[in-house]
Nanobody, 120 residues
Framework: QVPLVESGGGLVQAGGSLRLSCAAS????????MAWFRQAPGKEREFVAA????????YYARYVKGRFAISRDNPKNTMYLQMNSLNPEDTAVYYC?????????????WGQGTQVTVAS
């Protein structure tokens, strides 16, 4: 089990920025690749970004590349998502996820999500 807790969501104006955090419990955080997903109302959950165990490798969905940045701090058991140039289409519940395999489309552990709302 890898309990994950997201934070940092909120309401922001279009063009603004937010930084999401994902805190993990336990002593094995560095053994897991991590990712962010999001789900907008009425839509399926979609991939946002992923990061390898050490942070040396990252990849992004095309619709956030150049605007979002994923990072991690293993000693703090925390992953981040810096979101810049936000637009209303970024409004969604954002979830962090963990899996021992990287890269992968399937993630084993999930947080409860944090709401991000971008006002036009």
């Amino acid at each position: 089990q890898v309990p994950l807790v997201e934070s940092g969501g909120g309401l922001v104006q279009a063009g603004g920025s937010l930084r999401l955090s994902c805190a993990a419990s336990g002593r094995t955080f560095s053994s897991y690749a991590m990712a962010w997903f999001r789900q907008a109302p009425g839509k399926e959950r979609e991939f946002v970004a992923a990061i390898s165990w050490t942070g040396a490798s990252t990849y992004y969905a095309r619709y956030v590349k150049g605007r979002f940045a994923i990072s991690r701090d293993n000693p703090k058991n925390t992953m981040y998502l810096q979101m810049n140039s936000l637009n209303p289409e970024d409004t969604a519940v954002y979830y962090c996820a963990a899996n021992a395999v990287y890269p992968t489309k399937d993630y084993e552990y999930w947080g409860q999500g944090t709401q991000v709302t971008v006002a036009s």
